[in-house]
């Protein structure tokens, strides 16, 4: 696997939701996690800091992680994984 992907994946939190924190009233369709995070990277200057894709293709760009919370099928996590 590579290294990219490696570190993706070490930076997601799988079937967990950052409940609340919500950068925007509405959510954003996206394709999948991968761009659900840079949906969240392209608005760090509006202060998303996380993010929370559920299985719907619902992306949900967050200020912050508190709220974690279980949940079947969500990955969250940071708008930028360590190292980017």
């Given at each position: 696997?590579?290294?990219?992907?490696?570190?993706?994946?070490?930076?997601?939190?799988?079937?967990?939701?950052?409940?609340?924190?919500?950068?925007?009233?509405?959510?954003?369709?996206v394709?999948?996690?991968?761009?659900?995070?840079?949906?969240?990277?392209?608005?760090?200057?509006?202060?998303?800091?996380?993010?929370?894709?559920?299985?719907?293709g619902?992306?949900?760009?967050?200020?912050?992680?508190?709220?974690?919370?279980?949940?079947?099928?969500?990955?969250?996590?940071?708008?930028?994984?360590?190292?980017?």
């Amino acid at each position: 696997m590579p290294n990219w992907l490696l570190a993706f994946l070490a930076c997601l939190e799988f079937d967990t939701d950052f409940g609340g924190h919500d950068l925007f009233w509405s959510v954003t369709p996206v394709a999948d996690a991968w761009s659900c995070q840079s949906a969240c990277r392209g608005m760090e200057a509006l202060g998303c800091t996380h993010f929370s894709y559920n299985r719907y293709g619902e992306c949900n760009l967050k200020t912050s992680d508190e709220g974690r919370a279980g949940s079947e099928g969500t990955v969250s996590g940071l708008a930028r994984c360590l190292g980017e």
